[in-house]
């Protein structure tokens, strides 16, 4: 079994900063991908960015340029570094850890974009 823990959402202005971090543990050494989805009120959860054990990185269209995944060491830790925040970006955020098997989600984190 893997646990993924998240921290570092809260309440933030228009045009600010976060970061967003994911521990994962357990049997954490199966872990292939590590990721961010996002789930705003009404709306499907999406997929906001994802890293390999390799490095190769994918975003969302909407946050290019102004989000940035990372994986030090391809370690079983995970970063979100979100700039130039928008209303839009309002959502709870979910670290996600997959493996050859299944995919494991953490419990969520809410991020809150002021205008």
């Known amino acids: 079994q893997v646990q993924l823990a998240e921290s570092g959402g809260g309440l933030v202005q228009a045009g600010g900063s976060l970061r967003l971090s994911c521990a994962a543990s357990?049997?954490?050494?199966?872990?292939?991908?590590m990721g961010w989805y996002r789930q705003a009120p009404g709306k499907q959860r999406e997929l906001v960015a994802v890293?390999?054990?390799?490095?190769?990185?994918n975003y969302a269209d909407s946050v290019k340029g102004r989000f940035t995944i990372s994986r030090p060491n391809a370690r079983n830790t995970v970063y979100l570094q979100m700039n130039s925040l928008k209303s839009e970006d309002a959502a709870v955020y979910y670290c996600?850890?997959?493996?050859?098997?299944?995919?494991?989600w953490g419990q969520g984190t809410q991020v809150t974009v002021s205008s």
């Open positions: 357990g049997t954490a050494f199966s872990i292939n991908t």
């Open positions: 890293i390999t054990s390799g490095g190769s990185t």
């Open positions: 996600n850890g997959r493996t050859g098997l299944r995919d494991y």
